[in-house]
């Protein structure tokens, strides 16, 4: 999931919270919808005003589309409350037992262990805060199932967050009490909401085109075609090594992605000849594509960087992320006569569910469609 550091600023003489994110049109969406929200090229990111309801505005608008990161407001409380007296003070109501944070660190120590993605950590250990301070007095060892579905009630519904942020919300706490306090917090009693059905993003391969093309940059035009081209993931293509392409057998092994699966799709002849014209140009040492020191990755805001710039270079004003050309990936390759199967495999799906979804997005049958409105006018 996308995080949101959220941070206190002093801009132009006012006391503000910043918003930092790697660039992405839909969250940049979201925020211009927030009144009094602003951009500031001197501090160089999104700012708002601080208002009674911000923190429970900005968990509402990005439920489900970003993991919301008050880790600095709460060091900075805790330095301001450590400054004004040695003296001991009760616990801030926001504020958890020492108790609490160490269950914390032992549920995130356990989950590294366990190689969680580093996101799924992120968005578990955030849940956890929202929901722990919400059941104080209490602590985490005094917790019943009741006190989630009272959470539900009184926290998540009143507020409007999406079923995702309830469904993550429970699966972090049954494995956070699995694991720490060795109970069954019996969430699986609990009435999960139903799934909503969003259709994923589709770009037309005219619009593909026009953002491949629009790069001057070898580089940049190389790491948005092998996207497109090979149906891949953000970082999995940030995490690709030279070794990992086969132009003998035309193909490119994609290492340990999600779900820790390796996988192969075939590369396009011509996107093998632009990979060899940029290696020529280039000559990375480490992974395929780096950033301008050598043997450093190449990062995950340059690359949206070079994203916005190429839609915007290519005069379309849709939101497009990274993924959407995933999306267009896997229906373009439908509409042209793919097996449901063979596109299953070269995304890495686990489910054939998930790739179901395409079929709901793809043009090809329903231009077989004739619509009843044409036959009331056929005759004229």
Request: net charge positive.
């Amino acid at each position: 999931m996308k995080r949101i550091l959220v941070e206190r600023v002093i801009h132009k003489g006012e006391s503000r919270i910043a918003l930092r994110f790697a660039w992405d049109a839909e969250l940049i969406a979201i925020i211009k919808e927030i009144p009094g929200a602003r951009w500031s090229q001197t501090i160089n990111c999104w700012h708002v005003g601080e208002t009674s309801d911000i923190f429970n505005d900005l968990l509402r608008v990005y439920s489900g589309k970003a993991f919301i990161d008050f880790s600095s407001l709460e060091q900075e409380k805790a330095k301001t409350e450590k400054n004004k007296s040695s003296v001991t003070k009760p616990v801030p109501p926001d504020e958890l037992s020492g108790e609490d944070k160490e269950n914390l660190k032992e549920f995130e120590r356990w989950m590294v262990h366990r190689r969680y993605s580093e996101s799924t950590i992120n968005t578990y250990t955030g849940m956890l805060k929202h929901f722990l301070r919400f059941a104080k007095p209490k602590k985490s060892s005094e917790i019943k199932a009741e006190d989630m579905v009272r959470f539900v009630n009184e926290y998540v519904i009143p507020r409007n967050l999406s079923y995702t942020f309830q469904n993550q919300m429970i699966s972090s706490a049954k494995l956070f009490f699995k694991h720490v306090h060795k109970i069954d917090l019996d969430v699986e009693s609990f009435e999960r909401p139903g799934r909503e059905h969003k259709l994923p993003n589709v770009l037309s391969k005219e619009e593909i085109k026009m953002i491949l093309q629009a790069p001057s940059n070898l580089k940049h035009r190389a790491l948005l075609s092998l996207i497109y081209a090979c149906g891949l993931r953000r970082s999995e293509v940030l995490n690709l090594l030279p070794k990992d392409i086969d132009s003998k057998r035309g193909i490119l092994i994609i290492r340990n992605a999600k779900g820790k699966k390796d996988r192969i799709t075939p590369l396009p002849g011509k996107i093998l000849k632009l990979l060899r014209d940029y290696y020529i140009a280039y000559r990375p040492v480490k992974w395929l594509f780096e950033g301008q020191v050598k043997g450093e990755k190449y990062s995950e805001q340059s690359l949206e960087s070079v994203l916005k710039q190429s839609v915007y270079k290519a005069g379309i004003r849709k939101p497009v992320t990274l993924h959407w050309l995933r999306h267009s990936f896997a229906t373009h390759l439908l509409e042209s006569g793919t097996d449901l199967r063979y596109i299953q495999e070269l995304l890495g799906h686990s489910s054939s569910k998930t790739t179901e979804i395409y079929t709901h997005v793809s043009t090809l049958s329903l231009q077989r469609i004739r619509s009843p409105y044409d036959e009331l006018f056929s005759q004229e």
